[in-house]
């Protein structure tokens, strides 16, 4: 299988958009994309000047299925690769061991997540091969 898979981003779950956002432009980095998750969550992307390298920042309302309380070690969201052969990525992912934890089409782009061996997630993105059904999320594991 030939590898035109990109490491683009590191996504880190955050308990203010705002306070965070304030924090990484103080810093240096870039706003690049922005956005809305159905369930009212929001992202922004972030670029720090001579990296290609993104930070995502996601947050999770009360209300979103997908909130959680924090604690140690709960701020780490997600690491995002992209593939244009998205199901080539997704089988590799599988051999490694990894397991699937949810698959999502949205618009022309299919978005599958899966963990490591510790419950750490993973996200495969890249164009969408036709309809896919939206599968059940795992709870995401509580740090030790």
């Known amino acids: 299988m030939t590898r035109p898979i990109r490491f683009l981003y590191t996504g ?5 958009l705002e306070r965070s956002l304030a ?8 706003v690049v994309a922005q956005g809305t998750i159905d369930h009212g969550g929001k992202w ?10 993104r930070l995502e920042l996601n947050y999770y309302p009360p209300k979103s299925r997908y909130y959680r ?7 780490f ?7 244009p052969r998205i199901d080539d990525w997704l089988r590799l992912a599988r051999r490694a061991g990894a397991k699937r934890a949810l698959d999502i089409v949205e618009g ?5 997540y899966f963990t490591d061996p510790d419950g750490n997630w993973l ?3 890249g164009r969408s091969g036709g309809r896919r059904r939206r599968r059940p999320v795992r709870r995401r594991p509580r740090a030790a």
């Open 12 to 16: 880190l779950r955050v308990r203010s």
């Open 44 to 53: 922004v992307h972030l670029r720090f000047p001579g990296s290609h390298h």
């Open 69 to 75: 309380p924090f604690g140690p070690g709960e701020e």
């Open 123 to 125: 996200e495969g993105f």
């Open 77 to 83: 969201d997600h690491f995002g690769f992209y593939s």
């Open 108 to 112: 022309k782009s299919r978005i599958a």
């Open 23 to 30: 924090f990484y432009r103080r810093l240096g980095f870039r």
